[in-house]
């Protein structure tokens, strides 16, 4: 019994978790500059995990 709350508590954790994530996301796409920054910072990381050695 323990053990099924136990995972009914986390299975909870999870979806509230995703649910504030996926709305802070959407939120976060809204603010052009925010999100330009964010591209910004894509695009300059790429180059960063690219495998130089070849």
Same mark, same amino acid.
């Given at each position: ?5 136990? $995972? &009914?508590?986390?299975?909870? %954790? ?9 709305? /802070? ?7 052009? $500059? &925010?999100?330009?920054e964010? %591209? ?9 995990? /690219?495998?130089?050695?070849?």
């Open positions: 019994m323990i053990s099924l709350l136990e $995972d &009914a508590a986390d299975a909870l %954790e999870r979806q509230v978790f995703f649910a504030q994530f996926s709305e /802070r996301y959407a939120q976060l796409r809204e603010d052009r $500059d &925010a999100w330009a964010i %591209e910004q910072e894509r695009r300059s990381e790429s180059n960063a995990t /690219r495998d130089s050695s070849t």
